[in-house]
């Protein structure tokens, strides 16, 4: 995580501790300038074939080395979420996907990066063909009762958000 600003980057004086709008903040006295902590966003993708099988991948790098997760990461300067998720699907698997639905927008809060925004979108794949990049060291399909164990708490929560939508869609068509 970042280190808090010492100095004003608009004028180079030293910054001082305010509450402004019901939250401390660092703030410059000279010319004003507030330091307003952001989330960074990024965009997850719970990402499934034709036969409905989950995409899992286990993590090669930090944070989360070794563990299994859903494909995501950071947006970039100008870019949407929807394609940040796409976009990183396919750096990290070779996967070409199509946005079906968001499941949802969680803000956390971790320890390498601070205040994160997360978009998680449902994305079907046609050709399930993996080719993994560096950050994954695995990475298959699976049906959702043969996944194997998701311990980040984020991406279990993605994941049975993603369920109750699918269980909420059916009970909704049945009523017709």
């Known amino acids: 995580m970042k280190p808090p600003y010492i100095f004003c980057p608009v004028c180079g004086k030293m910054l001082d501790r305010?509450?402004?709008?019901?939250?401390?903040?660092?703030?410059?006295?000279?010319?004003?300038?507030?330091?307003?902590?952001?989330?960074?966003?990024?965009?997850?993708?719970?990402?499934?074939?034709?036969?409905?099988?989950?995409?899992?991948v286990r993590r090669a790098h930090e944070p989360a080395l070794g563990e299994w997760a859903l494909p995501g990461g950071f947006l970039e300067a100008g870019e949407e979420p929807h394609e940040a998720c796409l976009r990183e699907l396919m750096e990290e698997t070779s996967l070409d996907g199509k946005i079906e639905c968001l499941i949802g927008l969680y803000q956390r809060e971790v320890e390498m990066y601070g205040s994160l925004l997360v978009i998680a979108?449902?994305?079907?794949?046609?050709?399930?063909?993996?080719?993994?990049?560096?950050?994954l060291s695995e990475g298959n399909f699976y049906p959702l009762h043969l996944t194997p164990e998701v311990r980040i708490p984020l991406h279990r929560q993605i994941i049975m958000d993603a369920a109750l939508q699918e269980s909420a869609l059916e009970e909704f068509v049945q009523c017709g």
């Open 121 to 135: 979108y449902k994305v079907v794949v046609a050709d399930d063909s993996i080719a993994l990049n560096h950050e």
């Open 18 to 56: 305010a509450t402004i709008n019901g939250r401390e903040r660092m703030f410059c006295p000279s010319c004003s300038w507030v330091h307003y902590i952001n989330p960074i966003p990024a965009a997850i993708a719970y990402t499934v074939n034709q036969n409905d099988e989950l995409l899992v």
